[in-house]
């Protein structure tokens, strides 16, 4: 059992998330912001972080825990670019220089992280996060002030991307991801999993809901103007995902429908931990990253950018260390020889005859295993797949609906390890009423169905829905596909079928006593 502390902070306030987790379960003990304390220095005035920080933690009692801190995107700067194909080894030295080449501010002491994706043997694409050193260094004045020892400094918006993709797993191939903070927004566009492009604004001078609104509609509109999500994959940004508990962010997600025409979902952060109902913080969506810092801790992942634990080049070998070592071993392995040609050569020989004459039947054994074991794995996988396919589709066209109620984009048919197989279907309906009736008219005791996918699509004019369905196949005899048969024919098929059964299935003699009848 591991306790775990997430911390990170704004212009306006700091805010903690206490978890405890038991393997990747969290149960979280505690959620709260506070004010940020104001502190005046030599005449001016500012956020006193470290002495906000200790006021907030003073009310719980923390212990030893696995202290993460989140820092905000404004602190650093993120770069996007290219490099040819290298393996894991050559990346960290080719991003720091090619960093240092994309932008005059980066130096030679700046901490850098990376996130890369691509196969080795292909052009790969980088995301690097460079952070100042004289960042860290302030950074790390504010830990000492406020008696903490963080283990991980993590990237914020990075973290929220992370809980979004383990909670919500997002059907559409790019999303927009709005984390909305007390004066500030972190916006992040993912592609396929990945976080491609991120961005943080401030929102300052807001001092009503409505003006925030329309601020926020104007920095998601400019996001989806200048993310590049062509290059990763789609064309355009399909919906739009806004961190909030429930009841939150309702009148933001009816602007973004009405005025930018995108769908809109809420998204709570602690959908997928345990926390008790009093507990809760207001504002919910503004713990995200916190929340995501600990989920992705609990489930052994490394972080996506961590700048306490960088990915750095592999450090070259010490020469004379290695000649030393290789010297001793080449020492020792002389002495063993000669020691065990002096004193067990007969023994070792007389093994080495039982062994070889061991390992002659052995390997004859194996042989013959290795023999039979194809013939039972052909024959149970024969057995496993002896489905009447053709009869089978026959029997599914028959039992969908019309053409003008249902279109079948795509059909994938496999045979099960264990007997039977699986249909998969993915098609469009005018309604949500035709997957019912046709799971109702496909349903029997040789057919399990389940639609796991029903959603909306406003493009399409005619079929307006989008499905995805699984069946479940049991293997049949020829006899039994019946539905194509005229109504009256159908009873009698089946009689004939269920009496095949029988008279094939092995019938157990009865045991008899003697002056007695059978028992």
């Known amino acids: 059992m591991a306790r775990i502390l997430a911390i990170d902070w704004d212009q306006r306030e700091t805010r903690f998330v206490l978890a405890r987790t038991r393997g990747r379960t969290v149960e979280v003990l505690a959620a709260a912001a506070y004010p940020m304390v104001d502190v005046t220095e030599g005449g001016q005035s500012g956020p006193d972080i470290a002495g906000s920080l200790r006021a907030g933690l003073a009310e719980h009692r923390a212990g030893q825990t696995t202290t993460l801190v989140g820092v905000e995107r404004n602190r650093l700067e993120l770069l996007h670019f290219s490099l040819p194909p290298a393996g894991e080894a050559e990346l960290p030295e080719m991003v720091i220089n090619q960093a240092m080449s994309e932008s005059s ?66 059907p559409e191939p790019a999303c927009l991801l709005v984390n909305l903070l007390p004066q500030e927004v972190d916006l992040n566009v993912v592609v396929e999993g990945r976080v491609v492009f991120s961005r943080t604004t401030r929102l300052p001078g807001v001092t009503t809901t409505e003006m925030r609104i329309q601020r926020l509609l104007v920095e998601i509109n400019r996001t989806l103007a200048v993310a590049p999500v062509s290059q990763f994959g789609p064309e355009r940004i399909e919906r739009v995902y806004v961190f909030g508990g429930p009841g939150e ?51 052994g992942v490394p972080h996506a950018i961590d700048f306490l634990h960088p990915r750095r080049p592999p450090k070259p070998l010490d020469r004379k260390r290695v000649a030393m070592g290789v010297a001793g071993a080449v020492a020792v392995v002389c002495l063993l020889f000669g020691y065990s040609l002096w004193s067990e050569l007969a023994e070792i020989d007389a093994q080495n ?95 399990q169905i389940r639609s796991k996918r029903v959603q909306e699509r406003t493009r399409q004019e005619d079929y307006t829905w989008l499905f995805e369905t699984s069946i479940g196949v049991g293997r049949r005899e020829k006899e039994q596909y019946v539905s194509h048969l005229p109504p ?3 009873p009698q098929a089946e009689t004939v079928a269920a009496k095949k059964t029988e008279a094939e299935s092995p019938v157990k003699p009865k045991r008899t006593l003697a002056g007695a009848g059978p028992l």
């Open 105 to 170: 501010t980066v130096s030679e002491d700046a901490i850098i992280d990376f996130v890369a994706s691509g196969d080795p043997n292909e052009s790969r694409q980088i995301t690097a996060a460079v952070l100042p050193r004289d960042e860290l260094a302030q950074l790390q004045k504010v830990f000492a002030a406020a008696g903490l020892r963080p283990q991980r400094l993590l990237l914020r918006p990075y973290s929220a991307a992370s809980l979004f993709l383990r909670a919500a797993n997002p």
């Open 249 to 299: 962010h309702g009148n933001l997600v009816k602007h973004i429908r009405e005025e930018l025409v995108l769908p809109a979902t809420v998204v709570d952060p602690f959908e997928g931990v345990q926390i008790a109902d009093e507990l809760v913080p207001e504002d919910a969506g503004r713990f995200a990253s916190l929340v995501g810092m600990i989920v992705e801790e609990a489930s």
């Open 353 to 447: 005859a039982e062994y070889s004459a061991r390992l002659s039947d052995l390997r004859d054994t194996l042989k013959t295993a290795n023999q039979q074991k194809k013939v039972l794995a052909a024959v149970k996988g024969w057995q496993s797949a002896d489905i009447a396919w053709l009869d089978e589709l026959r029997d599914l066209s028959l039992r969908l609906p019309p053409a003008r109620d249902l279109v079948v984009l795509r059909m994938s048919l496999s045979a099960g390890r264990r007997g039977g197989g699986s249909v998969d279907v993915q098609g469009l309906v005018r309604d949500p009423s035709v997957v019912v009736r046709m799971e109702k008219e496909i349903r029997d005791k040789s057919h």
């Open 488 to 490: 009256e024919a159908q």
